[in-house]
């Protein structure tokens, strides 16, 4: 039986198979955040002379590229990403994702909007069949907190502020637990209009394109 970890790590291998035919002297490749992605980081660094460079979705993952002396451009300065490689906290089989649990979903939903395509690199414990089981993050920006606590509440859900945390943007975290999202979009769509929701951690307007599942007998590649 593999562990969680070994699952993720199976993924972050296979996401390097992935993306090997986009690793050419120009390419930027778009990173997101979280374990798992740190661990697809590691195996980059053995291919970083193949490719240009990164964008990066966090200060986190910043600091683990540069580590590896691969080099991670401003995105105002780049015009083309042809992938990104990011984590999930829940997926279902729309390939419509919960993200935010590392707490860098602003950056990830702008490096992901660029990027010809989201590629979704987790283990088989984050499928779902309805999103919400994992609490939405919402960033917020601090004066709006109980404005929008109040809202997300009259939406059903269950605020909490995500204690002694701020985002790589100077925003604050709800952690909204208790929502059966039935419509991704919508409820995106929705969350995201509410004066001083910076965005939440849905991505579902734009899901990814390719999901990589790593499962005891293998990783799966869903469309
Ligand atoms: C961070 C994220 C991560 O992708 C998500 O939390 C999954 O993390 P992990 O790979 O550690 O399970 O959205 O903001």
Redesign the pocket.
């Known amino acids: 039986m593999l562990t969680q970890q070994q699952l993720?790590e199976n993924v972050a291998v296979a996401a390097i198979d992935y993306v090997l035919p986009y690793l050419k002297p120009d390419t930027i490749i778009g990173i997101?955040?979280?374990?798992?992605?740190d661990l697809f980081i590691d195996q980059l660094a053995q291919f970083k002379s193949r490719f240009k460079g990164t964008v990066s979705s966090s200060e986190r993952s910043t600091t683990r590229l540069q580590s590896h002396g691969i080099e991670v451009f401003d995105l105002n300065d780049i015009s083309h990403v042809p992938v990104y490689i990011?984590?999930?906290?829940e997926i279902d089989a729309g390939l419509h994702m919960i993200?935010?649990?590392?707490?860098?979903?602003t950056r990830?939903k702008i490096v992901a909007s660029v990027a010809d395509q989201f590629v979704c690199i987790a283990d088989e414990s984050k499928c779902v069949d309805y999103l919400g089981a994992f609490p939405l993050p919402v960033e917020i920006i601090p004066m709006a907190r109980e404005a929008v606590a109040r809202q997300m509440a009259a939406l059903g859900g269950r605020p909490k502020l995500r204690e002694g945390f701020t985002t790589d943007n100077g925003c604050q975290i709800l952690d909204v637990a208790g929502l059966r999202i039935t419509d991704p979009k919508a409820l995106e769509a929705r969350v995201n209009n509410i004066p001083g929701v910076v965005t939440c951690?849905l991505f579902a307007i734009a899901g990814a394109g390719v999901a990589l599942i790593s499962t005891q007998t293998g990783v799966e590649q869903r469309k």
Not at 32 to 37: D, F
Not at 86 to 89: L, M
Not at 99 to 105: D, M, T
């Open positions: 993720k997101g955040s979280g374990s798992t992605a990011d984590g999930a906290d993200k935010g649990g590392g707490g860098a979903l990830e951690g």
